[in-house]
């Protein structure tokens, strides 16, 4: 079955820490990866997303993604993280030619001065 | 442009009350998508489009229904409106992928529901 699992429902840092969010996938075909950030009260704002070619995406906002097939994931890192970051992160994953986004249930990231 | 313009903001409904969610999107997108978010969940497809005149359930689509007359709008409807449809909805737009097209849905700001 197609799925996104993202183990980390919470997460807190500091602000200038190191951030990584993890995202594992199961996906029957070559998958479309996606991270989207939702503010409180905003809508999905996409940071970043893969397609093809080099594994090692870069966003919005300073992010990026790494996608690694064997390991079947899509982390999101920020190096030094800003208390503007504290928001709801959604991994996804979709097909190329149809549109039924899957959704993973989100981790949500607190920032501490 | 504007992007993707969601109305209401916010609505109270009682048990039975029908209402419409407005979507509106200025991009020339042809394919249009609603969802809902839970709390604690990830978002639920309930309807999408691939153009005018072209709808198709998602995974959720029980107790709704859309319409697509024109490629702007996409509004969602609750006929009999039930507690178990408070929730957060979400409409979205894009291209369609394949031919070598990036797709990437665009979300609107949502709309707050409430059924008591």
């Known amino acids: 079955a197609q799925s996104v699992t993202q183990p980390d429902i919470h997460i807190t840092v500091s602000e200038g820490a190191s951030l990584e969010l993890r995202c594992n996938y199961s996906y029957g075909a070559t998958p479309y990866l996606f991270w989207y950030v939702q503010s409180p009260g905003q809508g999905l704002q996409l940071l970043l997303k893969y397609f093809s070619g080099d594994t090692l995406v870069q966003g919005i906002k300073g992010f990026e993604a790494e996608f690694k097939r064997s390991q079947s994931s899509f982390n999101l890192r920020k190096p030094s993280v800003h208390w503007s970051d504290a928001a709801e992160y959604f991994c996804a994953v979709g097909p190329y030619n149809t549109d039924k986004l899957i959704f993973g249930t989100g981790t949500r990231l607190q920032v501490f001065p | 442009n504007a992007g993707v313009t969601q109305t209401p903001k916010f609505r109270i409904l009682k048990i039975g009350q029908s209402m419409t969610l407005q979507c509106t999107q200025d991009?020339?997108?042809?394919?249009m998508y609603w969802y809902r978010q839970d709390p604690g969940m990830g978002l639920k497809l309930i309807y999408y489009s691939v153009g005018a005149g072209i709808t198709d359930k998602g995974e959720v689509p029980n107790g709704y229904n859309v319409s697509r007359s024109t490629t702007e709008d996409f509004p969602l409807r609750l006929e009999l409106a039930a507690p178990s449809q408070t929730s957060v909805y979400f409409c979205?737009?894009?291209?369609?992928?394949?031919?070598?097209?990036?797709?990437?849905?665009?979300f609107g700001p949502g709309t707050r529901l409430l059924v008591l």
């Open positions: 991009m020339n997108h042809n394919y």
């Open positions: 979205a737009s894009s291209f369609p992928g394949g031919d070598g097209v990036e797709e990437t849905q665009y």
